[in-house]
């Protein structure tokens, strides 16, 4: 069944369109429709494409995709890689890869002469609910992560569930941590759904995933459109999908993206985090947060870490670029389905929880 969302923004109008199997035939599509079509692939998933006959040689270029490549060095790599197959306006760049392709193709595609177009076929679970969702892109810089960046909308963006087939089981779970993620800050039933069928997904139930991506995208897409570039400090605030990525990234750094946890185990690990103070500073009832915990405890999503008392973590999350005169914001729950923005956390506080 085809699943399809639009999305209208203040300058944009595309849609994202889900359908297991559809790769191939979507590609030809493009291929046939489209004069100047360049690929970036990343190199996992380069067999779906050498399945598609005929197309020419040297207007792909095939990725080894990790974290490393969003980089100023890949940046400039891969940007005159492209240049060197011929871009005109009409050009259009199709990324065929995780949220870390998705993120440097973004940036290439949006600061290629000025802005050309981009396609984005997400192929891991986190990149079809997450990253090729709502236009950010970035590369980092050893200040940071995703410091360089623009906003940037695609023109169209293909999900096929079936491409998940080859991905690996903590791949897999790193992408669902951020769809049950959309599920607590925003829908109690979906939740719910949830919980009743996990197990669905990682069985790779084609069917339950559609619809899980489904659901997460349409979360996601209601704090995009409320507030695309980030400026609200309500409850529509897009800084609502960051619920447990304020201490998930601090973890993320304290590791250095070494991989000893993927994005999706750090911010489980700070959903708890996020969840347990919500409970301890009165706002979470003691029911919801056993609930999500035995969630996460079921689904096999850490709870915890052996590093996380460590002072370090709490300089970096103090040094964050997103706190402002030092004060920390926090995203809370009121209950599962029910969150906002708090202001003005004191890290004390929260380290004293945390103990
Ligand atoms: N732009 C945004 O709004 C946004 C949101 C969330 C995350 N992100 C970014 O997304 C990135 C993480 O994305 P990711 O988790 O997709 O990482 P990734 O792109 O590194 O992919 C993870 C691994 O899976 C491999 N892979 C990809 N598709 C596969 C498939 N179908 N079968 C087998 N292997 C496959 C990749 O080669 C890689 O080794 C981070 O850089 C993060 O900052 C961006
Ligand atoms: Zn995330």
Redesign the pocket.
């Known amino acids: 069944m085809i699943k399809k969302i639009n999305i209208l923004t203040k300058e944009n109008k595309y849609s994202i369109e889900i359908e297991t199997n559809s790769i191939k035939k979507k590609i030809k599509n493009i291929i046939s429709k489209n004069n100047n079509v360049i690929f970036l692939i990343?190199?996992?998933?380069f067999n779906v494409f050498q399945k598609i006959n005929n197309y020419q040689k040297e207007k792909y270029i095939c990725i080894?995709?990790?974290?490393k490549?969003?980089s100023f060095n890949f940046y400039t790599k891969i940007t005159q890689k492209v240049l060197s197959k011929g871009v005109d306006r009409k050009t259009i760049l199709v990324a065929i890869?995780?949220?870390?392709?998705?993120?440097l193709s973004?940036f290439i595609a949006s600061t290629l002469l000025r802005g050309i177009d981009l396609i984005l076929i997400?192929?891991?679970?986190?990149?079809q609910v997450?990253?090729?969702?709502?236009?950010?892109?970035?590369i980092?810089t050893n200040f940071g992560?995703?410091l360089v960046?623009t906003f940037y909308q695609p023109k169209l963006v293909i999900i096929d569930p079936l491409?998940?087939?080859?991905?690996?089981k903590r791949?897999l779970l790193?992408?669902y941590a951020?769809i049950i993620k959309h599920s607590i800050i925003y829908d109690k039933k979906f939740f719910n759904w949830l919980d009743k069928n996990s197990k669905n997904i990682f069985s790779l139930n084609y069917e339950v995933i559609s619809n899980a991506i489904y659901k997460s995208i349409l979360i996601k897409k209601q704090y995009v459109l409320k507030d695309e570039k980030e400026k609200l400090k309500n409850r529509h605030s897009r800084a609502i999908l960051n619920f447990g990525h304020t201490f998930g990234h601090a973890l993320e750094t304290y590791y250095k993206y070494k991989k000893k946890l993927?994005?999706?185990e750090a911010i489980s690990i700070g959903m708890i985090i996020a969840s347990t103070i919500s409970y301890k500073l009165n706002y979470l009832s003691y029911k919801d947060l056993i609930k999500i915990k035995n969630h996460f405890i079921f689904n096999r999503l850490p709870i915890m870490d052996n590093k996380m008392y460590d002072n370090k973590i709490f300089d970096i999350i103090h040094k964050d670029k997103k706190n402002i005169d030092g004060k920390i914001n926090f995203v809370l729950i009121k209950n599962i389905g029910n969150a906002f923005l708090k202001n003005n956390i004191n890290l004390e506080k929260i380290k004293q929880i945390i103990n």
């Open positions: 990343d190199k996992k998933v080894n995709c990790s974290e490549i969003k890869g995780g949220g870390t392709l998705g993120d973004g997400p192929t891991t679970l986190l990149s997450d990253s090729s969702i709502g236009g950010k892109n970035g980092n992560k995703n960046g491409i998940l087939s080859t991905l690996p791949e790193s992408g951020e993927t994005h999706g």
